[in-house]
């Protein structure tokens, strides 16, 4: 196994971690804000940690700017997706 | 048991499980998301069959359009009465429906266990051909060379969708536009998203369309990906979909099959007959077709998604 390999392997396995609390944040938290922000940290750190994880695995310099392109796209598409349902809630809810 | 077959055992289970909850959601909005959950898990299987081509349809049509299908419908009826007793089905119904459902699966399951092994394919013949059509990925040569007919009569099918859609405007709003209307003044993590986001889309969208000649890919995949920028641009209210009765709109509608029809006519002319290619530009010619039915495929989806045509136009017809 070399420094790569337990390299990807700490990464990924870290990522993972992430993305399990993130999940048991989804079940635990009271109320939807608070779930929406154990998602979105589990989907910023997480596939963060499960990308960096995986660049040392890829298929040259192509293959590793698809990955982080991934990243990118799923980070934009997270942060909107929880910027539109938080708003909603604003809506539904006025604050007090 | 190695450590890919017990994922490999996990996702079958997970997906079975999200399947069983999504019949069993009592909820509309409840069982469309679990309805999406359950395409993306499947288009996971689908890569662990090393079936690429599948797994990128099934999670762009399968779980991603027909997801927002299902999604927009259930919040159309959400604001609507509850069903009244009288239109529920009565138990003898649901049980003659459940009876058939079972019975269909059963018979599947049963094919599919009791299938000789190795089973019947084609795929030796598919393989042995390949190089007649100058394509690399026998699944763009299955859809667009072997079975050409089928993939040009689902195209016709994808219109006959639309005009079904279209059917259902009242008679003072056809002719109009559908969806939502564009907001006056753009703000917000939405239209940012919406407005950031086509660019990359669209180039993504041409890629896996021309890598479908030789990798997985292909026009449906590439279509619908091209399908969803146009489908974030109208539901962030960026812009207007263009009126039903767009002349250039029902070209492009049409464009993927007719030019799939036309040059299979030519068929008759120039090779072995009906939707066969000439020796030697069989390659040029799917790709030429291909394009054609991008632009249906990206102009077809979108509007099942919005709807029929919804404003009553001003002023006397």
Not at chain 1, 21 to 26: E, H, M, P, Y
Not at chain 2, 12 to 17: H, K, N
Not at chain 2, 256 to 273: N, Q, R, S, T, Y
Request: net charge neutral.
């Amino acid at each position: 196994m070399s420094a790569a390999d337990v390299f990807t392997v700490v990464a990924v396995s870290a990522g993972a971690f992430f993305f399990l609390a993130g999940s048991v944040g989804l079940l635990r938290f009271p109320d939807s804000l608070t779930r929406l922000h154990a998602l979105t940290k589990a989907d910023n750190l997480g596939l963060g940690l499960v990308v960096l994880g995986l660049l040392p695995q890829a298929s040259g310099l192509l293959g590793g700017l698809k990955l982080l392109g991934v990243w990118v796209l799923v980070q934009l598409s997270s942060a909107t997706a929880a910027q539109v349902i938080a708003q909603a809630l604003g809506r539904r809810r006025p604050p007090p | 048991m190695t450590v890919i077959e017990i994922l490999d055992i996990g996702l079958a289970v997970l997906v079975l499980g999200v399947a069983a909850w999504t019949i069993a959601a009592r909820e509309l909005f409840a069982a469309a998301v679990g309805y999406v959950a359950y395409g993306l898990l499947l288009s996971l299987v689908w890569v662990r069959l090393f079936a690429l081509d599948v797994a990128l349809t099934e999670a762009a049509i399968g779980s991603g359009v027909t997801g927002v299908l299902l999604i927009t419908a259930a919040m159309r009826l959400r604001g609507t009465d509850p069903p009244q007793a009288s239109e529920q089905l009565r138990p003898m119904v649901r049980v003659a429906a459940a009876t058939l459902c079972i019975a269909i699966a059963g018979v599947l399951a049963a094919g599919v266990l009791m299938m000789a092994d190795p089973g019947p394919t084609l795929a030796p013949d598919v393989a042995r051909h390949l190089g007649e059509t100058g394509l690399g990925n026998p699944v763009t040569a299955v859809l667009m060379a072997f079975r050409a007919f089928d993939t040009m009569l689902e195209k016709v099918v994808l219109i006959l969708a639309v005009i079904g859609v279209w059917s259902l405007a009242a008679d003072d709003a056809w002719g109009s536009v559908a969806g939502p209307r564009p907001l006056a003044h753009h703000q917000g993590p939405l239209t940012f998203f919406a407005q950031l986001l086509p660019p990359v889309g669209i180039v993504v969208a041409v890629h896996i369309a021309w890598v479908g000649a030789n990798e997985p890919g292909g026009a449906f995949q590439g279509g619908a990906l091209l399908a969803a920028m146009a489908m974030i641009v109208l539901m962030a209210r960026v812009v207007q979909a263009p009126a039903v009765d767009r002349r250039w709109l029902r070209v492009v509608l049409v464009a993927g099959p007719a030019m799939f029809l036309l040059i299979g006519m030519i068929g008759f002319a120039v090779a072995a007959g009906f939707l066969a290619y000439p020796d030697g530009i069989a390659k040029p010619l799917i790709l030429f077709i291909e394009a054609f039915m991008v632009l249906s495929i990206a102009a077809v989806l979108p509007l099942l998604v919005i709807g029929p045509p919804n404003r009553p136009q001003a002023g006397p017809p």
